[in-house]
């Protein structure tokens, strides 16, 4: 028989249970949809908001508002800023400025991840642009490069009354690829290059990407702002 409720939850010690839901906070990929005030995104709150009075008082003390609606934890969440969010300029002028916007907490954001652009369609300015949105995040620790979309069908899930049902959302994540290491590595390289092609900024100093860097099997490098950059995948449950 699977165990579908706790109904002693409530009387645990008070302590116990903050320690709960704090350790249900669980890392997400928060996707922004506009790169200009107010910021918008698709991706629903964390669902310990909506549990009870007591979840979404605890959750509260772990999360930053980078929106209306948008709730972001900075050491477990990635925010993704997809290629989309400028429209058919790509990467451009608000992607290159977006470090500067008023967003309270926009310096504790510690994982942010990017579009791989194909060369071919890659506008001229792209790289730089992505560039100065990277080191836009002064607390960034982590940054991630989408270079695909994979999906996945979200499990079914059984109902109450025996019967079954999917659920009613879509679902996304961010991931390390898997496979094709060899062709990951090239696209990492392409990337490494139009860095280390760019030269100079417009400020005038050198933002390449420094020669000589360890990188791993998925080619992953380091930035010059010592920021490491590993590829990932866009896994889409549908």
Known sequence: ????????????????????????????????????????????????????????????????????????????????IPRSTGGFLGYADQARDFGTLPIPGLSKIQKVAVDYVLPEIRREWEAYSKFCLVRGFKGLRE?????????????????????????????????????????????????????????????GKRWEVEEGLARDEWGKFEIDTGLELRPLVRVVRV
Do not use: C, N
Request: aromatic share 8%.
């Open 1 to 80: 028989m699977t165990l579908t409720q706790f109904t002693y939850f409530p009387l645990l010690p008070t302590e116990l249970r903050l320690l709960i839901w704090r350790a249900s906070l669980s890392p997400r990929a928060v996707t922004l949809t506009s790169l200009a005030l107010p910021l918008s995104s698709p991706t629903p709150p964390p669902i310990t908001l909506s549990v009870s009075r007591e979840s979404r008082s605890e959750s509260l003390r772990f999360y930053i508002t980078l929106g209306p609606g948008i709730y972001f934890h900075p050491s477990l969440d990635t925010l993704y």
């Open 143 to 203: 940054g991630g490069l989408v270079i695909g979309t994979e999906r996945e069908r979200l499990p079914v899930g059984e109902t109450q009354d025996g019967g079954h049902q999917h659920q009613q959302q879509s679902q996304m994540e961010l991931r390390e690829p898997r496979g094709d290491k060899e062709g990951v590595r090239r696209i990492m390289e392409i990337v490494r290059e139009s860095f280390r092609v760019e030269g100079v900024g417009e400020d």
